[in-house]
């Protein structure tokens, strides 16, 4: 949305404006991405391809397969980064690694969103709200937004009308109503941190004039559809398969009245044929169309499918060769978010300096690059190596399974193990002496 200056009164008309005529109309893909990922009206969106009546028959299909595959690809925060800071500020960061694994996802689902940052005082913690629906604000010959509208969550129960809408730039910071009522959050209406705390999330680097990005939930939710339009033909065609169409030639209904019972004989007029037909058509083939829906969506979004009919197992090794290019993928993800994670950094200090908590300014993130995971075996193999060759200790071992753990925690345990190792052994001594004397004797 582009408006004429910042004055409150040319904000509030245009954001009035666009409420009114256009905010459901341009979010009609977002919703629909949204639905599917969220498995919402799946079953009404598979309903509309078919009569009405048809479906009296056979349900129709309303499997997720979005959600499956958005979080499958989009996995730069499965494992949590390592972030170098002021301890001050790692105090402080709350449940970052949810809400970025969460936006992570949403990208890749939407193209394009918001992170809303803010101080929770109470828990005095850092923490997000990631917005998918909102409208960034521009000014004339400034490709970058300069605020942002978006509405608050109203739990069903506010009117339409009543319906409250927040509004941040970098000067300014008020609520208003769709009639266009401002609602002050304080006495200036003013922003309190001097910069938008607003983070901008985009799937790929702007490409022509457009500020939105595409994401792949368009793709994804279109082919859920498709395979659930499958699916539901494939129901049907399993009852005609099984059951058949009755079919009855030679008869004029006008004046014969044919009563159907399997518990009776059917007795025909002369030169009348009764028979069952079934489609001729294979239900293996619809189950083929299914499997390629999902497996050329899931190419498209550098994923391999592995079904549950399939035959045999692969190695940790070979899973990872099939692999490369998701795992390709996901590092370019990875320098994306590095520097998403330094704007996010730079507009926690404003925000935290704000309420006087004072953070250093060094920060840097390190993400861990996705790999399959190992069998139990190949998991021992890998420790014992690392520790035959000093390149990792016991402690390394618990902090890896044990993130929780402090250093206290993890010397208590090993002093545990060390000592339940030690009386064994004290108790196996004996018995070897027995066992020599007798073989000696």
Do not use: C
Not at 96 to 124: K, N
Not at 277 to 306: D, F, Y
């Amino acid at each position: 949305m582009i408006i004429p200056d910042l004055s409150e009164q040319s904000i509030v008309g245009s954001i009035k404006k666009w409420i009114d005529e256009s905010h459901v109309k341009e979010r009609e893909d977002r919703i629909n991405s949204m639905n599917y990922y969220e498995g919402i009206n799946l079953e009404e969106e598979t309903r509309k391809w078919f009569d009405r009546n048809a479906l009296n028959y056979a349900p129709p299909m309303a499997v997720n397969i979005t959600k499956k595959l958005i979080d499958s690809r989009f996995i730069a925060y499965k494992t949590a980064p390592e972030r170098r800071a002021d301890d001050r500020y790692l105090d402080v960061l709350g449940d970052l690694d949810h809400d970025m694994v969460e936006a992570d996802r949403l990208t890749g689902l939407l193209g394009t969103i918001a992170m809303l940052r803010f101080y929770d005082e109470e828990r005095q913690v850092m923490d997000s709200h990631i917005l998918t629906d909102f409208e960034p604000i521009f000014v004339p010959n400034n490709p970058n937004p300069v605020g942002i509208i978006y509405p608050l969550f109203s739990h069903g129960q506010a009117k339409e009308n009543e319906q409250e809408w927040v509004y941040w730039s970098d000067e300014a910071h008020f609520k208003m109503l769709k009639g266009g009522r401002i609602i002050h959050v304080n006495e200036q209406d003013v922003n309190p941190y001097g910069e938008m705390p607003i983070l901008w999330s985009h799937l790929y680097p702007m490409m022509g004039n457009e500020w939105w990005r595409t994401g792949k939930g368009v793709m994804v939710a279109n082919s859920n559809q498709l395979y659930n339009v499958f699916g539901t033909q494939l129901s049907l065609g399993n009852m005609y398969q099984s059951l058949g169409q009755s079919v009855l030639t030679g008869v004029d209904d006008g004046a014969t009245r044919l009563r159907m019972d399997v518990s009776k004989l059917l007795v025909l007029p002369e030169g009348a044929n009764y028979s069952i037909v079934s489609p001729s058509g294979s239900l293996n083939e619809i189950r083929e169309n299914m499997k390629w829906v999902v497996e050329t969506t899931a190419h498209a979004l550098h994923l391999k499918v592995k079904w549950g009919s399939d035959a045999g197992s692969t190695s940790g090794e070979h899973q990872r060769i099939l692999e490369v290019d998701l795992t390709e993928a996901v590092m370019a993800d990875f320098e994306r978010w590095r520097k998403f994670e330094k704007q996010r950094f730079n507009l926690d200090r404003v925000i935290l300096d704000s309420h006087n908590v004072k953070v250093g300014e060094e920060y840097s993130i390190n993400f861990s690059e996705p790999h399959i995971p190992l069998s139990p075996q190949q998991e021992r193999e890998e420790w014992e190596w690392k520790w035959n060759n000093g390149l990792a200790t016991k402690k390394d071992w618990f902090r890896h399974y044990n993130p929780d753990m402090n250093d206290t925690q993890i010397d208590e345990r090993l002093g545990e193990a060390q000592a339940e190792t030690q009386a064994q052994a004290e108790v196996a001594q004996p018995a070897q002496s027995l066992v020599e004397r007798l073989v000696n004797a």
